[in-house]
């Protein structure tokens, strides 16, 4: 079945402690990327990866890390998590310039 | 920069009335894409656009795109309870290889 998985799907966690939510598509996608979701904000781009070894800043970057060392996988990290990364947040991949599909989602809890 | 608006933010309906959502861009698009989201899920994929002034139509959902391809909208006739969640457009910033920006979404409630 294609599927995008990402783990965990929930996380409480406490400031400044290094984390890192995996993301892993099945699909043989060049594009992938990560959002958050906040209410009355949409879903905000974070980081993308045209390919493996290929990520660029979306519009969220800061405090967050991704790297794209296999096609299939694009680990998001927060290496000092604060409070206000408490989100929703989703991983999605695609061909380029086409439909774009996504996973389950991660909520994250930082106190 | 690019920025991408989409009218109402919510909107209530009765069941079987009509529903349509507007999306506006600040800049000319190569093309547009629209996702639904249902509540507590992950958004899913519902249509592309690319041509100026293109019209699509899935059962219900009618998807139009700009003369200018500047603006989209969706309408949704006869409304029904499964349409109930929040209808995103998304856009790429330059090309299909770049970053995407999607719109704050336009979250519609259906009543039985």
């Known amino acids: 079945e294609a599927q995008v998985t990402q783990n965990p799907r929930y996380l409480i966690t406490v400031t400044g402690k290094k984390l890192t939510v995996t993301c892993s598509q099945n699909?043989?996608?060049?594009?992938m990327s990560w959002y958050r979701q906040d209410p009355g904000l949409g879903l905000r781009q974070i980081y993308y990866?045209?390919?493996?070894?290929?990520?660029d800043k979306g519009d969220v970057p800061e405090g967050y890390k991704v790297s794209r060392k296999e096609k299939r996988n694009f680990p998001l990290i927060l290496e000092s998590p604060s409070p206000n990364q408490t989100s929703l947040y989703f991983c999605?991949?695609?061909?380029?310039?086409?439909?774009?599909?996504f996973g389950p989602g991660t909520r994250l809890t930082v106190t | 920069g690019q920025q991408v608006m989409q009218i109402p933010q919510y909107q209530h309906v009765q069941e079987g009335e009509d529903f349509t959502t507007y999306c506006n861009s600040s800049t000319t698009l190569s093309n547009i894409q629209w996702y639904k989201q249902r509540p507590g899920g992950h958004p899913v994929f519902l249509i592309q656009l690319v041509k100026s002034g293109e019209v699509k139509k899935q059962k219900r959902l009618t998807f139009q795109f700009g003369e200018a391809k500047k603006n989209s909208s969706l309408h949704i006739t006869a409304t029904q309870t499964t349409d109930v969640g929040t209808y995103f457009c998304a856009v790429f910033k330059k090309t299909s290889y770049d970053k995407v920006i999607f719109g704050p979404g336009t979250s519609l409630s259906v009543i039985p």
């Open positions: 999605a991949s695609s061909f380029w310039g086409a439909e774009q599909y």
């Open positions: 990866s045209m390919n493996v070894e290929v990520t």
């Open positions: 699909m043989n996608h060049e594009y």
